[in-house]
Each structure stands twice: as C-alpha cells, then as structure tokens.
C-alpha cells in the first residue's frame, strides 16, 4: 500500500516538475507557443462566430434568440460526434507517421550526402567544378509531396460523414428539437427549425475542414487552419447583418451567412493541403480504415458521452423556458469559447507527444506534458479573472431583456470560476491523446458522465443554478480522470516508472 501511494506521489510529481521554466521562452517554449497561439485562435474562432451570430439574433427577440441557441448546440454536438473522434485520431496518426517519415528521410538524405561525397572524390580528376550539370542537383533537391495515408483517410472519412450528418440533421430535425425540449406549440419551434436544417447543409464542408485541419496540426501546422478559419468567420460577421436585417431573411440569413462561410474556410484548407500531400495513396491497404475504426469506436464513445452531457444540460434549460434558455445559451457559448483557448494547449501538446513517443523519446514527452498542464493552469486562472469582471459589462451584448440579463448575472460566477478546471480538462485530453491512450480516455469518460448525467437529473430541479453546479462537477470529475492517469503511472505512462 505504502508502495502505491508513494508511486502514485513519484507521478504527480510530473505536474511539478520544473516550474519556474513554466513560462520560460526556451526552445521547447517557443515549440508548444507556434502550435498552441494559432490553434486556440482557430479553435475559438467559430465559437465566436457563433456569439456574433446570437449577438445579432438577440436583437431581434429573446424568442429566436432562445431557439438558435437550441439549434447551434444541436449541430455542434452532432457535428462533435461525428468529427472529434477522426480529428483526435488524424492528429496522432499523422504526427506519428511524419516523425516517422522525417527520420527515415534524414537517414537517406545523410546515406545521399555520404555517396555523393565519395563519388565527387573519384570524379574530381576527370571533372571540373564549371562543368557540374545543374540538372543533377536541381534533381537532388526538388520539391516532392509527402505520403501521409492517414490524411487521406481522415478527408475519405470526414466527407461521407458530412452527408450522413446534413441527411440526419435535415430529415430529422423536429424529431430532434422535440427531443430538445420544442414542443409543436412553442414559438421557438419554426425558427429552430428553419435555421437547424439550413445551417445542416453546411455540415458536409464542417466536417471536412475539421478533418483537415486535424492533418495540419499532425504536421504542427496551426497557422494554415488559422488564415483559413478566420477568413472564413470574417465572411460570416459581414454577412450576417446582411442576410439578417438588409434582406430581412432573419434566422434563416444567419444560417446562410455560417453555411458559405464554412465553405470557403473547406476550400481554403483542401487548396493548401493538396499542395504540401499526396493525396492519393500508393495502395488502399495503406489507408488503414481497420485502425481508424477500431480507435474511432472508442472516442465515439468518449465523445457521445460528453455530448449527451452538454446536450442534456441545454435540453433542461430549454424545458424551464425561453428565458432560461436565451440566458443558458449565452453563458454556455461564452464558457465553451473562452474555454477553448486552453485547447491550443492541448493540439500542442498532442502533436509534440505523439511524435515524441513515436520517437520514444521519453526525456521529451515528461518536459511536454509538465509543461502544457502548468500553462493550462495559467491560462485559466486568466480567464477566471478577465470574465469574473469582464462578462457584467457585456451581457447586453447579447440581449435586452431583463429577465435574461438577470439569469445571465446569476450564471457568470460559474463561468469564471469553472475556467481553471475547464483548462485542465481540456489539456489532460491532448495530452492522453498524444499518447495514443484513446482506451483509457473513452471507458473514463464514461464513467464521468454516468455521475454526471445523474447529478444533472438531480440538480435541474433548482432551476438555473443547478444546471450550472452539474456542469462545474462534470468539468472536475473530467479534470480528474486526466490527473489519475499520470499520476498513477499507468498505460503509456508506465515508463515514468523506470526514471524515478
């Protein structure tokens, strides 16, 4: 017993270790900061999108304002499920298969160097230096694209998934919002519906821009999916007061306005990627879909048991009426945007430790994961600070209505306070995923929901608040599964075991 606390204590010491280089501007500093600055912009970017899209509609009634907020966490957690699983396994897979490739094409490169020197050296009496063909050495360093398999999984994938999701979305939209909590007599149902089933015909360029920029942040390349994500968002701020209040097209304009914007940022990303891959494998068998399937199964899992905790928190509060739901939805898009920051964070630390693993280079992936926990840590301390004083001056941003203001007043120390272990949760996950640890992270969440969801039924009967207590202890217990983990030294951290 002594062994295993003192084992369990050997491993935590990993959230401590080093500190005071927290913040250091070191080399590996610099790394996680040109990965992490660009992914949590783009991370944040169509949440924003998002808040602008219900800063616009709250001004046209708290009514519509309620039912875009029930339709926009329908398509986010469907889009989720049917993503976050090839997003998170794309990155790992194509950090591993790069690190791979680039080990092995140094090798050849300095096996090259090493023939080429020995033939210059047999050659140099018979030839002259002018006389060296530039053809020979323009061949030697031209451009060749890279095969990467998974990223032409991930794009084969992430199409036939958005079909299925425009079909299931626009087929069974009432279905859904009923579900929800819109019944056939409330107001919101026409709006809902109309902007749902609109905003669906976007989903097929959502999900393969998603799966895209999960190819982009295996290569470590999170500036390209930021230019395009922020193309494609500033498109739809400009187009939304268009659509919504010059041509009057209202809910549905908004949805116009978010569909072709998702398009352009898709078109953006596939014309850079083409460049950079091969995009056509040499054989089908090295697509590798068994593997795709058998880890995509086990963060279907983990992702349709965080859904349904989010989804079923937005269903209660649209059950307790448009009020509550209009104030839900603003607190929520807030809390989700703010807390996506610290997923930069985590896509960093993702990419680093799954191609330092692949390399086994543990001495790394110990640096890294410290190091991205004690900044998500940080950051979230940050946050608590800036929405705690910040989000009192701006909720009339969102609406002009009393009683929403009120609950919106009511809501934001939870959103504050909530944002330290919201970091945490969310970097714990990049880092299991660097790891390749996606069994651990889909069985664990599991359980989280399961105490969650009940904590939920139990708690929405205080109303608001209550809702707001279930989803701080479902973002704890997240937190903590992640913690448990490292700390015990268990699955792919069982080499902490041999360096203490």
Not at 131 to 155: G, R
Not at 422 to 427: E, G, H, S
Request: aromatic share 10%; glycine share 8%.
């Amino acid at each position: 017993m002594v062994e295993k606390i003192n084992g369990c204590t050997c491993g935590i010491s990993i959230f401590f270790k080093d500190t005071r280089l927290a913040l250091k501007w070191d080399e590996l500093g610099i790394e996680i900061a040109k990965i992490a600055l660009p992914a949590a912009l783009a991370l944040t970017a169509d949440p924003i999108a998002s808040l602008v899209d219900t800063a616009f509609i709250g001004q046209i009634g708290a009514v519509e304002l309620a039912a875009v907020g029930v339709s926009i966490a329908v398509f986010n957690q469907v889009s989720r499920i049917a993503i976050f699983p090839l997003v998170s396994i794309t990155t790992s897979f194509v950090a591993e298969e790069d690190a791979v490739s680039n080990s092995s094409q140094e090798n050849m490169e300095m096996q090259d160097h090493t023939i080429k020197s020995e033939n210059k050296k047999l050659l140099q009496h018979e030839t002259t230096k002018s006389s060296e063909s530039p053809d020979t050495e323009s061949c030697v360093t031209s451009y060749k694209k890279k095969q990467i398999p998974s990223a032409s999984a991930a794009l084969i994938i992430g199409t036939i998934l958005g079909f299925l999701q425009a079909a299931f979305l626009i087929l069974g939209a009432k279905p859904v919002l009923d579900f929800m909590g819109i019944k056939s007599d409330s107001p919101m149902l026409y709006p809902a519906q109309q902007y749902l089933k609109l905003r669906s015909l976007g989903a097929p360029a959502v999900l393969l821009s998603l799966a895209m920029q999960g190819v982009f942040r295996g290569f470590k390349d999170t500036k390209t999916p930021l230019y395009a994500t922020v193309a494609g968002d500033l498109t739809n701020i400009i187009l939304d007061p268009i659509f919504i209040f010059v041509f009057g097209l209202g809910v549905s304009g908004a949805a116009i306005a978010h569909v072709l914007s998702q398009y352009l940022i898709s078109v953006i990303l596939f014309w850079r990627l083409i460049e950079k891959i091969d995009l056509v494998p040499p054989n089908s068998k090295h697509l590798q879909f068994g593997r795709f399937l058998k880890n995509g199964f086990l963060l279907l899992m983990r992702v349709m048991a965080v859904t349904f905790c989010v989804t079923l928190a937005a269903s209660m509060a649209a059950r307790q009426g448009p009020t509550t739901m209009a104030a839900f939805q603003v607190c929520l898009q807030v809390w989700l945007a703010t807390s996506l920051l610290a997923d930069g964070l985590a896509v960093a630390g993702q990419a680093i430790l799954a191609s330092a693993f692949a390399k086994m280079d543990y001495e790394k992936v110990t640096a890294t994961a410290s190091r991205v926990l004690q900044l998500s840590l940080v950051l979230g301390v940050a946050l608590a600070v800036l929405l705690g004083t910040g989000l009192h001056f701006g909720a009339r941003l969102f609406s002009k209505d009393q009683g929403v203001l009120h609950l919106i007043s009511i809501g934001i120390p939870f959103v504050a306070a909530t944002q330290p272990i919201n970091a945490l949760a969310f970097v714990f996950d990049g880092v299991n995923f660097g790891a390749s640890d996606f069994a651990y992270a889909a069985y664990s969440m599991v359980l989280v929901a399961i105490v969650s969801i009940l904590s939920l039924f139990v708690a929405s009967s205080h109303g608001f608040v209550g809702l707001w207590v279930a989803l701080t202890l479902y973002m704890s217990l997240r937190a903590s599964a992640g913690f448990w983990r490292i700390g015990t030294r268990t699955g792919p951290w069982c080499f902490l075991n041999a360096t203490t």
